[in-house]
């Protein structure tokens, strides 16, 4: 392949050279398939390109090739131009190669972007049941309840799977509470998590504004925990303990008051 007019190609462009070097009817596939989507960060190594059964291709340097009986016109589509998996093939796909966490961050991605694809995975998975990844993507859509939360870095994803991980009961994720918008709220017992990340939390002036936070939430009768990266990382069991106990000193303290569930949730 050749790129003519220029001296560096972009990522898409790779990706549509790799295609077309793989012969007619190819299309991108697996974890490539998913970042063309927009569902996951773009990896570096060996790019994902499945073809037709009974194609004679076979995997070269920078590619791996993968062959398949029971792709359809159906299971074709187009994005940018580059010819890729469906949505609902590209889940499959990538379900066979990761864990049920991983794919179930994807399904709830998916959730939040409004992009509904429950008829066509129904399909897939009826005219597909031994395929390779079905267990896993049929697991993980299990794993799901209620709508998907909203997550906005890898740390409030952490943060989840812990709490999804105990005997805490579920909160809900980024809504405004007193006109502020909170990383984590247990609304019944008024109780707020902040999660201090690295990147969004160096400066002197963002400390300040912090704290002007936590005290703005604390006047309206709401506590506020603050869980910096680190602890999350390295010390998740002392996380949920002091979680668990600020949780039950709250929903004590608001049954004694005869204290009201928070109105002041704002959507």
Known sequence: MY??????????????SVVLACGP?????????????????????????TVPGRSRQRGRAGIRVHKSEVLTENDRAEVDGIPVTSLAWTVVDYAAITDRR??????????RRRIYIGRELDELLQRTPNRKGVKTLRAAI??????????QSKLEETFRELIRGSDLPDYEANVLVEGELVDALWREQRVIVELDGFAFHKSRAQFEADRARD??????????????QQRLQNEPEAVLAELRALLSAARRVNRAAGRPLAHSLEK
């Not at 790129?3 to 549509?16: F, I, P, Q, S």
Request: without cysteine.
């Open 3 to 16: 790129a003519v007019g220029h001296r560096k190609l972009t990522l898409k462009g790779v990706w549509m």
């Open 25 to 49: 009817g190819a299309v991108l596939s697996h974890r490539a398939a998913l970042a063309l989507w927009d569902l996951r960060m773009s990896e570096s190594g060996l790019i994902d390109v």
């Open 102 to 111: 991983q794919v179930r961050l994807v399904l709830e991605a998916l959730e």
């Open 142 to 151: 299990g794993d799901i309840k209620g709508p998907a939360p909203w997550l």
């Open 215 to 228: 005290a703005k939430l604390q006047v309206a009768g709401y506590r506020v925990l603050r869980i910096t």
